[in-house]
Nanobody
Framework: QVQLVESGGGLVQAGDSLRLSCTAS????????MGWFRQTPGKEREFVAA????????KYSDSVKGRFAISRDNVKSTVHLLMNSLKPEDTAIYYC?????????????????WGQGTQVTVSS
């Protein structure tokens, strides 16, 4: 049973950068695709970024493309989300998730294990 723990959230100003981390325990991390999603109150959880097990293929939502970068360290069983040029509309709870079937799906239902989330707040 894979367990995920996110960290790195916080309060920053618009234009700042922040790096989120998600560390997995249990399972074989390098076999899993990993995704980052975010959610604000009253809205559905939305796709942010995904990366396959080897790290060779990544995908981003249009809203973060060019500003965010997803990466992974399979030795440390950790996936990162580097967020640059942050905007107030990036404010959300950010979740990492496991997709054991592989690929870079943007669909919520493709991910079967989720972390507890970490809050990111961007002030203007």
């Amino acid at each position: 049973q894979v367990q995920l723990v996110e960290s790195g959230g916080g309060l920053v100003q618009a234009g700042d950068s922040l790096r989120l981390s998600c560390t997995a325990s249990g399972g074989t991390f390098s076999r899993y695709s990993m995704g980052w999603f975010r959610q604000t109150p009253g809205k559905e959880r939305e796709f942010v970024a995904a990366i396959i097990g080897s790290g060779a293929i990544v995908k981003y939502s249009d809203s973060v493309k060019g500003r965010f970068a997803i990466s992974r360290d399979n030795v440390k069983s950790t996936v990162h989300l580097l967020m640059n040029s942050l905007k107030p509309e990036d404010t959300a709870i950010y979740y990492c998730a496991v997709n054991s079937r592989g690929g870079t799906s943007v669909v919520l239902g493709a991910y079967e294990t989720w972390g507890q989330g970490t809050q990111v707040t961007v002030s203007s």
